[in-house]
T-cell receptor
Framework: TQLLEQSPQFLSIQEGENLTVYCNSS?????LQWYRQEPGEGPVLLVT?????EVKKLKRLTFQFGDARKDSSLHITAAQPGDTGLYLC???????????FGGGTRLMVKP | EAQVTQNPRYLITVTGKKLTVTCSQN?????MSWYRQDPGLGLRQIYY???????DKGDVPEGYKVSRKEKRNFPLILESPSPNQTSLYFC???????????FGSGTRLTVV
């Protein structure tokens, strides 16, 4: 069982649709990050959230950190084919030093 | 340009032949880490380092060694590679453990 559970694992949608990806855990995190990875490349950081209830926006992407700092969500509005990729959440537990990744959500946006 | 540089990008080797994958960062980051990425298993941490001469095991350290003699470099050493170490490896660095990570472009290792 992974420390961070992401859902869904796969998502295929049409251009213009909205979507939400979830990242859940029973552990409390001091910080939680979202990354996007293209095939054959390293993950690229999208956002870091550290405060319970925090909401951050990055153009059409909205990230939310749960009040209890155990979960997070990524919402994409009006998805575009350029959003296609693997989305990863990762967290550092309270008093921890390791960054642990969720299993990822593979998103495909069709034109 | 701020970056993490890994070498080589691709490597095919034979079982038992020692190899080193290099990793260097130019951001003066204290925290560096190695991950392997396998289908269905995601990204798993191998080793991490909080500063020079300070290293610790991650989730899957068996068969790997690391060293941190200088702040910028964090090489990954496979003393006797085996086929189950065939994987895509990433080095990453961060200013602090909870901060955002910058990843290298990856090293695809095949052990035959």
């Amino acid at each position: 069982t992974q420390l961070l559970e992401q859902s869904p694992q796969f998502l295929s949608i049409q251009e213009g649709e909205n979507l939400t990806v979830y990242c859940n855990s029973s552990s409390v995190f001091s910080s939680l990050q979202w990354y996007r990875q293209e095939p054959g490349e390293g993950p690229v950081l999208l956002v870091t959230v550290v405060t319970g209830g925090e909401v951050k926006k990055l153009k059409r992407l909205t990230f939310q950190f749960g009040d209890a700092r155990k979960d997070s969500s990524l919402h994409i509005t009006a998805a575009q084919p350029g959003d296609t990729g693997l989305y990863l959440c990762a967290g550092t537990e309270d008093a921890g030093n390791m960054l642990t990744f969720g299993g990822g959500t593979r998103l495909m946006v069709k034109p | 340009e701020a970056q993490v540089t890994q070498n080589p990008r691709y490597l095919i080797t034979v079982t038992g032949k020692k190899l080193t994958v290099t990793c260097s960062q130019n951001m003066n980051h204290e925290y560096m880490s190695w991950y392997r990425q396998d289908p269905g298993l995601g990204l798993r941490q191998i080793y991490y380092s909080m500063n020079v001469e300070v290293t610790d095991k991650g989730d899957v350290p068996e068969g790997y060694k690391v060293s941190r003699k200088e702040k910028r470099n964090f090489p990954l050493i496979l003393e006797s590679p085996s086929p189950n170490q065939t994987s895509l490896y990433f080095c990453a660095s961060s200013l602090y453990p909870g901060g955002g990570y910058t990843f290298g472009s990856g090293t695809r290792l095949t052990v035959v």
